[in-house]
């Protein structure tokens, strides 16, 4: 992942993601990370208090890709639509090149508790506020009928979510096939046209 | 709730939704059942082992109770669409009209880790496979386009829950705000034409 923070903390995340995917977060020791990442105890200490702050820090991380990668198809794309489409494909992608982490988020966090539901929601709604953003600009333009924005996005951002989730938990159905089905669904919904779907999707 | 199983088992669920909901499910001890029960420890042990065995009797019951009220509007109307929206309609009501237990199955849950995420998992493949069959029947009946059903009633469930969980645990937006961009988006993303939904969400 292409990110900012000193390389010590970037070396215990990347070290701490190979050993997560390997043992489980469950099966996972401090011990270990500080044995992947090549550091010493003090030093992992110093950047992260406990397991629970590692596996923090990776949604953190991960939130940020996803939603650089976000940014720059949104400051690409010219056309609302076009936008929203790339969007889609950008989260698709981006969990499935990052998919054994995904599913330390998505399975292995469950034990977590209260503390990663709160983080899962905080993060739910940081995208679901992306999200708005874009549909907001598309009716700003014109390109959609006025709609409530905010339900709408929590609309796009829970058929997101479970799709990914289940994708990422069984398998199926695979990007491949669930990805045009998502997005013409999702583009129907704020009111795109078939024809405007059809060009959008097409390449 | 109307249900079929004996009135002891009954009797216990109906006490615990009102004991978990005042004292909230983690400081809620199997005696606090027994005493809102009237009932004897025995009886209890008999019908649930444990506080979470009653915990999952309350998904199951809120689940069945739910199923029963799609299948009626399922059964009553002839159209397709107007199931469909007469149907998330019903899924609004039901956890309006339970919204203590609802709270507790989407708040409280989170600390029952593995345990609670598998029945929750298993509870929304059953109602998505409700959504799927109707979603089959429209295209069959050549109400709308042809589309994977699957996926669809997989979008639809994400998008249901999602919304109405941020209802539950924040309050907002309230069902009359979210119902009918909800169910606009969700024709919509299924094909159905402008024109159909006015009809069918007009009353």
């Known amino acids: 992942m292409e990110e900012k923070p000193a390389p010590t903390r970037e070396r ?22 500080v044995d992947a990442a090549h550091s010493s105890k003090g030093s992992i200490y110093f950047h ?4 629970e702050d ?17 940014q720059n198809v949104i400051e ?6 076009a936008r929203v489409q790339k969007a889609l494909t950008v989260c698709v992608e981006t969990f499935g ?8 988020f998505l399975i292995q ?5 209260q503390a990663f539901e709160l983080k899962r929601e905080e993060t739910k709604e940081r995208f679901a506020l992306i999200i708005q953003k874009q549909i907001e600009q598309a009716i700003a333009e014109g390109e959609i009928p006025p709609l409530d924005a905010e339900t709408a996005a929590h609309v ?3 058929a997101l979510y479970d799709v990914v989730i289940r994708w990422v938990t069984t398998g199926q159905p695979t990007p491949e096939r669930m990805l045009p089905t998502l997005q ?4 129907r919904s704020i009111g795109v046209g078939e024809e405007k779907i059809k060009e959008v999707t097409r390449h």
């Open 12 to 33: 215990i995340l990347d070290a701490a993601i190979e050993v997560f995917s390997t043992k489980g977060y469950h099966n996972t020791r401090m011990d270990d990370i």
């Open 48 to 51: 992260f208090p406990s397991k």
């Open 54 to 70: 590692i596996f923090f820090g990776l949604v953190d991380k991960f939130a940020s890709l996803l939603e650089k990668r976000l």
């Open 76 to 81: 690409t794309e010219s056309s609302g639509i």
């Open 97 to 104: 090149n990052y998919q054994s982490l995904a599913k330390i």
């Open 109 to 113: 966090a469950v034990g977590l508790g």
């Open 156 to 158: 796009w951002m829970g």
């Open 184 to 187: 013409t669904m999702l583009l």
